[in-house]
Nanobody, 118 residues
Framework: QVRLVESGGGLVQPGGSLRLSCAASGSMYSFYFMGWYRQAPGKQREWVAT???????SYADSVKGRFTISRDNAKNTVYLQMNSLKSEDTAVYYC????????????WGQGTQVTVSS
């Protein structure tokens, strides 16, 4: 069984920053792909970013240049540094992991709320 626990969400003003963290635990060998999805109210869940154990990263166009994904393999933890936040970034952010690439990922966290508002 794989468990993902997110933290770091909250309320921030437009233009501000937040850092999300997600710790993975359980029986999966390497958590090769770790990433983030988000779901805004009334919208479909969308992919945000992914990182491999080798540090290869990819981003959705909507967050490229503003968000940075990173990870600590020794701690099985992935981070999402979010800068220059906009109101449209408001969503529940979900941590994900899998050992194969192919959406959707197999394992999901419970989600953490990010609200960008003045």
């Amino acid at each position: 069984q794989v468990r993902l626990v997110e933290s770091g969400g909250g309320l921030v003003q437009p233009g501000g920053s937040l850092r999300l963290s997600c710790a993975a635990s359980g029986s999966m060998y390497s958590f090769y792909f770790m990433g983030w999805y988000r779901q805004a109210p009334g919208k479909q869940r969308e992919w945000v970013a992914t990182i491999t154990t080798r540090g290869q990263t990819s981003y959705a166009d909507s967050v490229k240049g503003r968000f940075t994904i990173s990870r600590d393999n020794a701690k099985n933890t992935v981070y999402l540094q979010m800068n220059s936040l906009k109101s449209e970034d408001t969503a529940v952010y979900y941590c994900t992991t899998d050992n194969v690439l192919g959406p959707p990922p197999t394992y999901w966290g419970q989600g953490t709320q990010v609200t960008v508002s003045s």
